[in-house]
């Protein structure tokens, strides 16, 4: 299974409207987030959508955007990056985005920088 399908097998997609919805925040600041890699989005299958597993209790997951920096430091793309976190990783046992739900940020990052 390729990151894509076990990211779409596994989460819901949100429409940046959507995410603005749930943070309580405009769409102009959604994209901001964006551009300050405080959240991921792909194009895939059309207009620009975020995994919903990347939010918990209607706010991001604190671990994500220090991840994001780190897979983006190594040269990953937003869709590779988003890849990378739903694809099963053998070193911790899952895929990173659900050790990342789990608070094991250190591990999860640890693997990343290994990636370079």
Do not use: C
Not at 7 to 23: D, G, H, I, N, Y
Not at 37 to 59: I, N, W, Y
Request: proline fraction near 5%; aromatic fraction near 6%; avoid cysteine.
């Amino acid at each position: 299974m390729t990151g894509e399908n076990a990211a779409s097998a596994s989460t819901e997609w949100l429409s940046l409207p959507e995410v603005a919805e749930l943070l309580g925040e405009s769409v102009g600041r959604v994209r901001s987030m964006l551009d300050d890699r405080q959240l991921v989005a792909t194009r895939r299958q059309g207009p620009l959508t975020v995994p919903s597993v990347f939010f918990v209790d209607g706010e991001i997951l604190s671990s994500l955007r220090g991840t994001l920096f780190v897979l983006h430091d190594v040269g990953f793309t937003d869709d590779e990056s988003i890849d990378w976190l739903f694809a099963p990783e053998d070193s911790i046992g899952m895929p990173p985005i659900e050790a990342l739900r789990q608070g094991r940020k250190s591990e999860v990052r640890r693997v990343a920088r290994a990636l370079a």
